[in-house]
């Protein structure tokens, strides 16, 4: 009896099929939540030279390999190409090299390097340059590099002839799902979980971004697909994909702002909502985040588009509360821009949280548009009416802007 495997390569054109895995368990990449799972994916080209696009995570060498089988045997690869040498990508990189034994493997300069410190390959890695063009006999693949997007070894491959882009990890998405297009899929969650990787991965590469928008618009190249690493496949409506990631890399804030904040006995909870309250009444459309049910990649992906941060914590030993701590130290790494910001919270008798809040959000650029605001054990009715008026204070700078 033969053993079929239960996987099956997608159709992107003619020549390309998606081949790669999809991770419905992963609720995690490196600090970042990801309730919706994820894919990696890599890409079959069925030119003469047959050409594998990346691979996948390690654990998902046998799904990869069994959607190659369902088009071609996967001895029949001639050649590979890593676009990054994360091991998302490359992870199942030397068991597909030893079960295909291609001809030769593809990477950038940065790649190859990075490749042989990771796996310590001692196999001759073919290094190709920004722009360079491979035939693959009745096609041809062409390389451009889109250095720390998302690592300084990352490159995209463009199939010429079928006019797709394989992105890699730009204009990806963590978002596991049994369609493989984006036009299959419900358009406030693409836009959602593309905030969301953008927010969590790409926000402090933003100029590059830019820079990568610019010089796609420059090579003179057409695209009706982009096929990225992870989630969903662009096809006919890509220019969705490129309008969100330039408003998001041009930083344009939003009149909205994110109330994220931690309590110890509830005080700090009510100066939170008075606050917001101050923000609403004022017109901003306004988010308010317990960081004890809110996840610091949730409270990232609606400052995105945000333009005021205001975090509130009371004082815990001298300092902030932990999960405080945690979203002033993610922030930190992920460098938020055009923002103003504020900060507040209770205290019992020496109150430094709402200074270390201040110090921490001056020294990522965020503007401090009011004097933090602290209050005494329990606010009463009187301090209340001070946070709603400082909510609209912040509104009112808000505006301005
Ligand atoms: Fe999806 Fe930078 O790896």
Same mark, same amino acid.
């Given at each position: 009896?033969?053993?079929?495997?239960?996987?099956?390569?997608?159709?992107?054109?003619?020549?390309?099929?998606?081949?790669?895995?999809?991770?419905?368990?992963?609720?995690?990449?490196?600090?970042?939540?990801?309730?919706?799972?994820?894919?990696?994916?890599?890409?079959?080209?069925?030119?003469?030279?047959?050409?594998?696009?990346?691979?996948?995570?390690?654990?998902?060498?046998?799904?990869?390999?069994?959607?190659?089988?369902?088009?071609?045997?996967?001895?029949?690869?001639?050649?590979?190409?890593?676009?990054?040498?994360?091991?998302?990508?490359?992870?199942?990189?030397?068991?597909?090299?030893?079960?295909?034994?291609?001809?030769?493997?593809?990477?950038?300069?940065?790649?190859?390097?990075?490749?042989?410190?990771?796996?310590?390959?001692?196999?001759?890695?073919?290094?190709?340059?920004?722009?360079?063009?491979?035939?693959?006999?009745?096609?041809?693949?062409?390389?451009?590099?889109?250095?720390?997007?998302?690592?300084?070894?990352?490159?995209?491959?463009?199939?010429?002839?079928?006019?797709?882009?394989?992105?890699?990890?730009?204009?990806?998405?963590?978002?596991?799902?049994?369609?493989?297009?984006?036009?299959?899929?419900?358009?406030?969650?693409?836009?959602?979980?593309?905030?969301?990787?953008?927010?969590?991965?790409?926000?402090?590469?933003?100029?590059?971004?830019?820079?990568?928008?610019?010089?796609?618009?420059?090579?003179?190249?057409?695209?009706?697909?982009?096929?990225?690493?992870?989630?969903?496949?662009?096809?006919?409506?890509?220019?969705?994909?490129?309008?969100?990631?330039?408003?998001?890399?041009?930083?344009?804030?939003?009149?909205?702002?994110?109330?994220?904040?931690?309590?110890?006995?509830?005080?700090?909870?009510?100066? %939170?909502?008075? !606050?917001?309250?101050?923000?609403?009444?004022? /017109? =901003?459309?306004?988010? *308010?985040?317990? +960081?004890? #049910?809110?996840?610091?990649?949730?409270?990232?992906?609606?400052?995105?588009?945000?333009? %005021?941060?205001? !975090?509130?914590?009371?004082?815990?030993?001298? /300092? =902030?509360?932990?999960? *405080?701590?945690? +979203?002033? #130290?993610?922030?930190?790494?992920?460098?938020?821009?055009?923002?103003?910001?504020?900060?507040?919270?209770?205290?019992?008798?020496?109150?430094?949280?709402? /200074?270390?809040?201040?110090?921490?959000?001056?020294?990522?650029?965020?503007?401090?548009?009011?004097?933090?605001?602290?209050?005494?054990?329990?606010?009463?009715?009187?301090?209340?009416?001070?946070?709603?008026?400082? /909510?609209?204070?912040?509104?009112?700078?808000?505006?301005?802007?």
């Amino acid at each position: 009896m033969t053993i079929e495997s239960p996987f099956s390569a997608v159709r992107v054109t003619d020549r390309v099929y998606w081949v790669g895995a999809i991770d419905w368990g992963v609720r995690d990449f490196h600090g970042y939540a990801t309730p919706r799972g994820s894919t990696y994916n890599a890409y079959l080209v069925l030119a003469d030279k047959v050409t594998l696009v990346d691979t996948v995570k390690a654990p998902f060498v046998g799904e990869l390999l069994g959607r190659v089988a369902s088009v071609i045997e996967p001895e029949r690869i001639d050649y590979v190409v890593s676009n990054h040498a994360e091991m998302d990508h490359s992870g199942a990189l030397s068991e597909v090299l030893a079960a295909v034994k291609p001809e030769k493997l593809f990477a950038s300069k940065m790649g190859a390097k990075a490749l042989r410190e990771h796996f310590a390959f001692d196999r001759e890695i073919t290094t190709v340059a920004d722009g360079e063009s491979l035939s693959l006999g009745n096609a041809t693949l062409q390389f451009f590099e889109a250095r720390m997007l998302h690592w300084p070894d990352s490159m995209m491959t463009y199939v010429a002839d079928d006019r797709v882009l394989l992105s890699n990890d730009a204009f990806g998405m963590h978002l596991a799902s049994s369609q493989r297009f984006a036009d299959e899929l419900d358009a406030n969650l693409l836009r959602y979980e593309a905030a969301k990787y953008y927010a969590n991965i790409l926000l402090p590469l933003s100029p590059l971004v830019t820079k990568l928008l610019e010089k796609v618009g420059t090579l003179n190249i057409d695209i009706d697909i982009i096929a990225p690493s992870h989630g969903p496949i662009w096809r006919r409506d890509q220019s969705r994909i490129i309008d969100w990631y330039g408003g998001w890399a041009g930083g344009k804030a939003k009149k909205k702002a994110v109330v994220a904040y931690d309590t110890m006995w509830n005080s700090t909870a009510a100066m %939170a909502k008075a !606050v917001s309250e101050g923000l609403i009444a004022a /017109g =901003v459309e306004t988010m *308010v985040m317990s +960081l004890r #049910s809110s996840h610091r990649s949730d409270v990232v992906t609606e400052v995105l588009e945000g333009g %005021a941060l205001l !975090v509130g914590s009371p004082t815990l030993n001298n /300092g =902030v509360l932990p999960t *405080v701590a945690d +979203l002033l #130290s993610y922030l930190k790494g992920l460098r938020p821009r055009n923002l103003v910001g504020a900060a507040f919270g209770s205290y019992g008798w020496s109150g430094e949280a709402v /200074g270390h809040i201040e110090e921490a959000l001056a020294a990522l650029g965020i503007s401090l548009e009011a004097e933090g605001l602290k209050v005494k054990y329990v606010p009463d009715e009187e301090s209340l009416a001070r946070c709603s008026a400082f /909510g609209r204070e912040i509104a009112e700078r808000l505006g301005k802007l």
